[in-house]
């Protein structure tokens, strides 16, 4: 059985900048996400979110300012090999000729992690908790898409990660299975005590799990707020970006919001 990690780890965004030739994507973003936190960001499409992301696991480099996990350089390769962080794909990126928990044992089998019991448990578990225990043999052409998110999120879990970074989990979904990852995303902070931090344009997620928000536009950081004081906010900006122009339910229309 996957034990809660002992020790969550919080992350420090400090004056990060960068650009891409003359294109500023992120103009001096600063804010922290505290240990066993979900953190929701949110912005319009270009805002730059995945772009920060990316420097969580070290795939960009700042151009100014830093980012620490666990009071670690992110731009440092042993900070990745200390801290166990995880970063679940929009597409998911599943290995399509391998069973769901071939796909799931895959890493872990890489790194020799587990002896073969544990493995075994340890995959049967997380699919229990992902309610998918039943697609353990099929293939990933075989699953829905919202079961394949599923499957995406279980494998990083499996790793048990400190840090769990999901980028757009409930895109393309439909508003039921959008609201089960969701809901899902919320119960793992109890099991694992895990630090989340999850890119998102759905505000019904948002509102229902976040611990804080950011509201990220054009690079630069709106506000951190709770989901309670986004609802009530004043704020012109805020109240604009809270209030959906089209129908954010129906998925088409979800990137465009
Ligand atoms: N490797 C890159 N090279 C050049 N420009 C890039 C690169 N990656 C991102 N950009 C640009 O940076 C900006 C922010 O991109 P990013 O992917 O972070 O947006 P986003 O907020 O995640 O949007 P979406 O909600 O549509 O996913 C975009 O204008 C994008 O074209
Ligand atoms: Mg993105």
């Not at 030739?21 to 979900?38: H, T």
């Not at 099929?138 to 494998?155: C, E, N, T």
């Amino acid at each position: 059985m996957p034990e809660k990690n002992i020790q969550s780890i919080g992350v420090e965004i400090e004056h990060l900048s960068k650009r891409f030739g003359e294109q500023v994507v992120l103009d001096d973003v600063s804010f922290s996400v505290k240990p066993g936190e979900i953190f929701v960001l949110m912005g319009p499409s270009g805002a730059g979110k995945s772009v920060l992301l990316r420097h969580l696991v070290n795939l960009e480099k700042p151009d100014a300012g830093r980012v620490l996990i666990g009071g670690k350089d992110a731009d440092d390769d042993a900070t990745h090999s200390a801290i166990r962080t995880a970063l679940v794909f929009q597409a998911g990126a599943l290995f399509n000729s391998m069973s769901v928990f071939d796909n799931l044992a895959f890493y872990p089998r890489e790194h020799r992690l587990y002896d073969k019991a544990t493995l075994r448990d340890k995959v049967e578990h997380v699919l229990k908790i992902l309610h998918i225990e039943d697609a353990a043999r099929k293939l990933p052409a075989q699953l829905s898409g919202g079961m394949r998110k599923r499957v995406a999120i279980a494998r990083s879990l499996v790793m048990e990660p400190q840090l769990l970074l999901y980028d757009e989990p409930t895109s393309e979904l439909d508003p039921i299975t959008a609201a089960n990852i969701s809901e899902i995303i919320g119960t793992l902070k109890e099991e694992f005590a895990v630090t989340s931090i999850i890119v998102s344009h759905d505000r019904d997620l948002a509102l229902g799990i976040a611990d804080r928000v950011g509201l990220l536009m054009a690079g630069k950081l709106l506000t951190v707020a709770t989901p309670d004081e986004l609802r009530a906010s004043t704020e012109p900006a805020i109240t604009e970006f809270m209030r959906p122009k089209i129908d954010v339910h129906n998925p088409r229309f979800r990137r465009l919001a």
